[in-house]
DNA sequence: CTTAGGG
DNA sequence: CCCTAAG
């Protein structure tokens, strides 16, 4: 056996990269432009896998003429705005994806079960898979909680990991020091439930089936103190009995676990699972160098989170130490995960520092076993480092569609457009103190990654897939993986774009200021607003200690409105290139200094980002540049017969304009 | 809305 | 490029 040290990690939330915005122009056109994904694998294949159902066999694939849309079948989108806003707020939600798999819980299932088996490894412990959602909310998009347990005694990879979608999306992730890197990031996935927490109030409805999942919802009875969201956990088992597959309505709510349908744990699916996902994680990484990350940020908001799209381009995930573990010292081999790791309460309170001496001793045997049981799991012993993934925001993606194409049609595109993503468009990349960490075979401890160090100092990125990656941010974009802060204050741990999707509902001005950003956005053209970005991505604190996502953090943050706000984007940059200066002068020339709006028309017609203010300024830097020395230029060189006819003509056009000022005050002199 | 200029 | 005053 071998000793763990776990470490939990909280994951506030990942920010996906934008993909480039389609040009104006283009986006008119209406087709959706999204990059292609790479290979399937990434942890998030089987979120893809389900996905990849759902447009296939789902009701809700776009194309399809599904019934549920109907209504909106036949709505045709015809302001662009709408239309993004539509995209932005509705398909762009990761509610959306996520509900949308969720309900198609049988994809899920087999997926599952599909997924290969190891048969080394030695899971014990429950192997459940849970969604849920929450019905409860209006939200077209139901909130999915997906919970996964597994457990392998020999690698201890993750105990377990949760998906939520909830308004404090979270994933979990467990590790145990032991845990190679390559585990740690697939863990990412799993997550475990916190027991303190959550448990107290189990609304779990067990939907299961053989072919299909179903899902239940029932709104987690929001924790006393730290879990502000309420959870509706669904967990998944394969009936063979069930041959439903439609979700469970809602309406049980708080069946306890166990009196719930029934339950049964897999182990053997939660492992598998996670090592299919684990697996993926390992393929995808290796031998990739890693690029820009890209960060992506959860919506926890209905409406806003999408007005951020452009910044989505980095994502810059943070993550933050929970509490202080350090005091586990851990335990062997156990992945007990429940209860130890997941639930920071008890991690806090009470154990820390006392079991970890006591179990350190000789703790492996009741690790092995520990998990069957589900709740003796809580051996405190373990030093683990909790992450919890707040959620996750679909990177931005570009969609172009006719405007008299559906909504359905739209809707299945966008979902086709996560889809990708999620299947092999982002890897997941681990920055420790400033480093990348490529080599995934080394252990947390190996690369110092424990629980007694300062988990500020690691960072999680999602990456895109090198092929599919989106070029608009350079490679190297620092932003792309910030380290949080220390775990102090909570609220900064919100960044804008989190804060302003929780609240999003709550605080208009949020949702205004995001909203226009995008509109500035999709003005602007081609490149985002990276400014803008990163600015996002530097306050915001995608990982956030588990304790920290409480109400605490939810009540407290008022977004603080962006001062210059998004809204008002500055434009991107665009320089001149030598053929636009060409006609600039030439129309100069002609038309003379003092008549942009003509020379405009004249020269510029066509290029619509190109105002008359903006052809002034540009004569204006072009006279000083003709009048400095060529070193002292910068930028794409104009050539110097350019430059000559600018100082040429403006030398012309100013002294007309001297003429015209002489006269005019004669004239009013001689009036006078 | 355009100009003109400073920032 | 932005912002603004001024026409």
């Known amino acids: 056996m071998v000793l763990q040290k776990r470490l939990d990690y909280g994951f506030n939330g990942y920010q996906v990269p934008p993909i480039p915005r389609a040009t104006r122009s283009a986006r008119r056109r209406g087709i959706i432009r999204r990059k292609a994904n790479g290979d399937g694998t990434c942890p998030f294949d089987l979120l893809a896998t389900v996905a ?8 809700s694939s776009p194309d399809s003429t599904g019934s549920a849309r109907g209504k909106e079948q036949n709505a045709i989108v015809k302001d662009e705005k709408i239309k993004e806003k539509s995209y932005a707020e509705g398909c762009y939600e990761r509610g959306f994806f996520i509900s949308e798999l969720v309900s198609q819980a049988p994809v899920v299932n087999r997926s599952l079960s599909e997924l290969p088996h190891a048969q080394n490894d030695t899971i014990s412990g429950p192997a459940s898979v849970t969604m849920s959602s929450d019905c409860s909310e209006k ?12 457990r392998e005694e020999e690698h201890g990879v ?15 992730i467990e590790l145990s020091n032991n845990a190679k890197v390559s585990t ?15 448990d107290k109030k189990p609304s779990t409805l067990l939907v299961t089936s053989d072919d299909s999942v179903k899902l239940s919802l029932s ?7 730290s879990f502000p969201v309420i959870r509706n956990d669904v967990k998944l088992d394969n009936r063979d009995d069930d041959e439903n597959s439609g979700c469970t309505q809602p309406s049980t709510p708080n069946k306890a676990s166990g009196s719930a349908p029934r339950v049964r744990d897999r182990p053997i699916k939660k492992l598998l699972a996670s090592k299919y996902w684990e697996e ?32 989505q381009r980095d994502f810059p995930f943070k993550k933050r130490k929970l509490f202080k573990c350090g005091s586990f010292s851990n335990s062997d081999g156990e992945m007990s995960t429940d209860g130890i790791c997941s639930s920071p309460t008890s991690d806090l309170h009470g154990n820390a520092s006392g079991y970890s001496k006591a179990s350190s001793g000789g703790g492996t045997a009741a690790g092995t076993s520990v998990f069957n049981g589900g709740r003796a799991s809580f051996k ?38 996560v889809t990708a993503i999620l299947g092999g468009g982002l890897r997941i990349g681990v920055v420790f103190q400033g480093k990348k960490v490529r080599d995934d075979n080394k252990t947390l401890l190996q690369t110092g990654i424990s629980h007694d160090y300062k988990l500020d100092a690691l960072g999680f990125s999602l990456e895109p897939n090198p092929i599919q990656a989106s070029p608009p941010l350079g490679p190297d974009c620092r932003s792309c993986v910030l380290p949080c802060d220390t775990p102090q204050p909570l609220t900064r741990c919100l960044s804008p774009a989190i804060t302003g999707i929780q609240q999003g509902r709550s605080d208009d001005h949020t949702g205004t200021s995001l909203s226009n950003f995008v509109e500035s956005d999709r003005d602007s ?31 407290v943050v008022p977004l603080r409105k962006p001062k210059r706000s998004e809204a008002t984007q500055r434009r991107i940059r665009r320089p001149f290139s030598v053929a636009e200066v060409e006609a600039l002068v030439q129309a100069v020339e002609k038309l003379g200094t003092g008549r942009w709006r003509d020379v405009k028309l004249r020269a510029f017609d066509n290029a619509k980002h190109r105002t008359y203010v903006d052809l002034k300024d540009k004569w204006k830097t072009l006279v000083h540049t003709a009048r400095i020395s060529p070193q002292q230029r910068r930028g794409e060189p104009v050539p110097q017969e350019l430059l000559d006819r600018v100082l040429t003509a403006h030398a012309y056009w100013s002294q007309q304009q001297a003429k015209q000022q002489m006269k005019q005050p004669s004239d009013t002199y001689l009036l006078l």
């Open 380 to 417: 405190p012993s373990d030093s683990c480092v909790k992450f919890r993934i707040k959620s996750f925001r679909v990177p931005e993606l570009f969609v172009e569609i006719p405007e008299n194409a559906t909504v359905g049609s739209l809707k299945g595109t966008v979902m086709e457009a």
């Open 280 to 311: 993926n994680l390992k393929s995808d990484n290796e031998g990739h160098a890693n690029t820009g990350g890209k960060t992506m940020h959860a919506c926890h908001n209905r409406n806003s989170a999408y007005k951020h799209q452009r910044s």
């Open 139 to 150: 939200f077209p998009f139901a909130k999915q909680f997906v919970n996964g347990e597994s």
């Open 52 to 59: 990849g159902k759902l447009l296939g066999e789902g009701e």
């Open 219 to 225: 709104p987690y009875p929001a924790p006393c103190r």
């Open 525 to 555: 053209a081609p490149s985002p607003h990276y400014a803008a970005l990163e600015k996002i991505s530097a306050n915001s604190r995608a990982l956030v200690p588990v304790t920290a996502v409480n109400a605490e953090a939810l009540a």
């Open 184 to 198: 740690s990031k697939g863990a990412a996935i799993s997550s475990s439930e916190f027991p303190d927490v959550w």
């Open 158 to 172: 993750f105990s377990s990991c949760t998906l939520d979608t909830e308004s404090d999306k979270q994933i979990k």
